[in-house]
């Protein structure tokens, strides 16, 4: 069994930063793609950011260069760097990642989120 949990959601004014982690743990051989997505209340679920095994990242339009997506592999765990946060980036984050358990077996995962809000 695998559990993603994300950490460091809050409360930041306009303009301010933010940092959220996900850590995953359990039963993992390795672990693929790593994302976060965001929703609004009475919104889709839209992509964030991704980023491979090998660090390669993609983001969507309405945070490049504002926010920076990072991985440790060693401690199973995405980060999302938020800066010049927006009242539009408030939303709940959630992580997910691709998991396999071993050479075979592989699934998507997702963690319960964390509410970020962005107000002054």
């Known amino acids: 069994q695998v559990q993603l949990v994300e950490s460091g959601g809050g409360l930041v004014q306009p303009g301010g930063s933010l940092r959220v982690s996900c850590r995953a743990s359990?039963?993992?051989?390795?672990?693929?793609?790593m994302a976060w997505y965001r929703q609004a209340p009475g919104k889709q679920r839209e992509l964030v950011a991704n980023?491979?095994?090998?660090?390669?990242?993609n983001y969507a339009d309405s945070v490049k260069g504002r926010f920076t997506i990072s991985r440790d592999n060693a401690k199973n765990t995405v980060y999302l760097q938020m800066n010049s946060l927006k009242p539009e980036d408030t939303a709940v984050y959630l992580c997910?990642?691709?998991?396999?358990?071993?050479?075979?077996?592989?699934?998507?995962?997702w963690g319960q989120g964390t509410q970020v809000t962005v107000s002054s």
């Open positions: 359990g039963s993992i051989f390795t672990i693929g793609l």
């Open positions: 997910n990642a691709r998991i396999w358990s071993d050479w075979t077996n592989v699934f998507s995962a």
């Open positions: 980023i491979t095994s090998s660090r390669s990242t």
